[in-house]
């Protein structure tokens, strides 16, 4: 089974950092671009990165573009989202997602992120 | 940025009935715009991939229509796991990818 599977979240002050990983498990993320996903409490879905399968093509919502970075592990068959100087705006659930020709055809559950003093 | 707004906000139907939804696109997005369901505490699912092609796996009473500026997902005959949350999506003009704020289908 093909799975996605997100962690590192939590309750972090503002200002506070937090590092989210989604490691891939039932198939290999080396030929696949990679995006995150949030969805505020109460509210829709908003991508806020993308990060290609190679490695060398990054992408950021204007919210957060200057303090989000988004990488990669093919190794660890992993992607990453560092996110430094958090508001309370950026409480959320933070899904990532498998990104294919056509759309994002793979989604985890999402790991929790709250920003709260 | 390309806007997407989704109508109706809400939709009560009853299992069996037919379901349409809506988004329309600020600017023409051409057929490049997806469909996802999202149930509370879990994934959310591709559904619909340009406008019209069924994801692997999505049954086939699920179906997608139109092209440029407006786009309907079709439900044939609401079965109960189908009471969700509905996103579309563009992918034309990115950054940013944009989602439509969404369909609530509820149980009438």
């Known amino acids: 089974e093909m799975l996605l599977v997100e962690s590192g979240g939590g309750l972090v002050q503002p200002g506070g950092s937090l590092r989210l990983s989604c490691a891939a498990s039932?198939?290999?993320?080396?030929?696949?671009?990679m995006d995150w996903v949030r969805q505020a409490p109460g509210k829709g879905l908003q991508w806020i990165s993308y990060i290609s399968f190679s490695d060398d093509t990054t992408h950021y919502a204007d919210s957060v573009k200057g303090r989000f970075t988004i990488s990669r592990d093919n190794a660890k068959n992993s992607v990453y989202l560092q996110m430094n100087s958090l508001t309370e705006d950026d409480t959320a659930r933070y899904f990532c997602?498998?990104?294919?020709?056509?759309?994002?055809?793979?989604w985890g559950h999402g790991t929790l992120v709250t920003v709260s003093s | 940025e390309i806007v997407l707004t989704q109508f109706p906000a809400t939709l009560s139907l009853s299992p069996g009935e037919r379901a349409t939804l809506s988004c329309r696109a600020s600017q023409s997005v051409s057929n490049y715009l997806a469909w996802y369901q999202h149930k509370p505490g879990q994934a959310p699912r591709l559904l619909i991939y340009d406008a019209s092609n069924r994801a692997t796996g999505i049954p086939v009473r699920f179906s997608g229509s139109g092209s440029g500026t407006d786009f309907t997902l079709t439900i044939s005959s609401l079965e109960p796991e189908d009471f969700a949350v509905y996103y579309c999506?563009?992918?034309?003009?990115?950054?940013?990818?944009?989602f439509g704020q969404g369909t609530k289908l509820e149980i009438k």
């Open positions: 039932g198939f290999s993320l080396r030929t696949y671009a």
């Open positions: 997602a498998r990104d294919a020709v056509g759309g994002l055809s793979l």
């Open positions: 999506q563009q992918r034309a003009n990115w950054p940013p990818y944009t």
